[in-house]
């Protein structure tokens, strides 16, 4: 009797261990049906998140950016020919729009008479300032290539750049504790203990970039919305200001925030 009660056991240890690893202590194992990477080496799991995000189509962006002293909240839908998305500040806030090599700002008055020539004959003394912000507020004010602020612009709307500048960790690698970010298990890579910034890796498909946590606490962002893909087109006509060669220099007045 005792015989079979055994055999019954360990046939039942067998049926269940599809869902365990083993019969007794398969909840142990934190990798158990996990796509694997938390049992590699830290640098491979970080290398293995940056191939995935610049292979993936598009990405959810959302968080805060520390720079220069202010905190920026930054939320960008990312796509390989593209990008738009907000970001603010207490001091501004502006929308950006990229369809290729488009680039759109949109923004409040305040926005665009930040930074201008306050009491000179050019600017607020005028009125001529006031008048252009005036002007471009609820507009897309078309940023042509050649102007200084393009490239800082687009950095927000090129899915690659913005991303390899966010994903770095500074300092010697390790490989952190296993976690869930919103309701997705991950493996956390830390540089330089956490001082160097810390990366939640998915442990679920594809082994995307679930949160980074920037050196030196400047930043925490979400990465969502992987592959998922949304509508990106240029304004109707009627909603954007195109200032040919260079936009207002007020428009530049705005501090903005590094991603590096």
């Known amino acids: 009797m005792r015989t079979r009660k055994?055999?019954?056991?360990?046939?039942?240890?067998?049926?269940?261990s599809a869902a365990l690893t083993a019969c007794g202590s398969g909840g142990d194992?934190?990798?158990?049906?996990?796509?694997?990477?938390?049992?590699?080496?830290p640098a491979k799991i970080q290398d293995k998140a940056r191939t995935a995000a610049r292979s993936a189509d598009t990405v959810h962006l959302s968080g805060s950016v520390v720079s220069q002293g202010r905190t920026y909240k930054i939320d960008m839908r990312l796509k390989k020919d593209g990008g738009t998305g907000r970001v603010s500040s207490d001091a501004s806030a502006f929308e950006l729009l990229r369809v290729g090599d488009e680039l759109y700002v949109k923004a409040p008055a305040a926005f665009w008479a930040h930074g201008g020539?306050?009491?000179?004959?050019?600017?607020?003394?005028?009125g001529n300032g006031a008048?252009?912000?005036?002007?471009?507020?609820?507009?897309?004010v078309k940023v042509p290539s050649a102007d200084p602020a393009y490239q800082q612009f687009k950095g927000f709307t090129d899915k690659n750049v913005l991303l390899d500048g966010l994903?770095?960790?500074?300092?010697?690698?390790?490989?952190?504790?296993?976690a869930t970010v919103g309701g997705v298990r991950t493996i956390r890579v830390t540089g330089g203990g956490g001082s160097g910034g810390t990366l939640d890796v998915s442990l679920t498909g594809t082994p995307y970039p679930i949160r980074v946590q920037r050196a030196g606490g400047a930043g925490q962002l979400e990465l969502t919305d992987w592959?998922?893909?949304?509508?990106?087109?240029?304004?109707?006509?009627?909603?954007?200001?195109?200032?040919?060669?260079?936009?207002?220099?007020?428009g530049t007045g705005?501090?903005?925030?590094?991603t590096s």
């Open 6 to 16: 055994a055999a019954v056991v360990a046939t039942l240890c067998v049926g269940l």
């Open 29 to 41: 194992d934190p990798d158990a049906g996990t796509n694997g990477v938390g049992k590699l080496d």
């Open 117 to 126: 020539d306050k009491g000179s004959d050019k600017g607020d003394k005028g």
């Open 131 to 140: 008048a252009a912000a005036e002007k471009l507020e609820k507009k897309y």
């Open 167 to 178: 994903l770095g960790l500074h300092g010697k690698l390790a490989r952190g504790d296993h």
């Open 227 to 250: 592959g998922q893909d949304f509508a990106l087109s240029v304004p109707a006509k009627g909603d954007i200001v195109d200032y040919g060669k260079q936009i207002p220099s007020t």
């Open 254 to 258: 705005a501090a903005l925030p590094s």
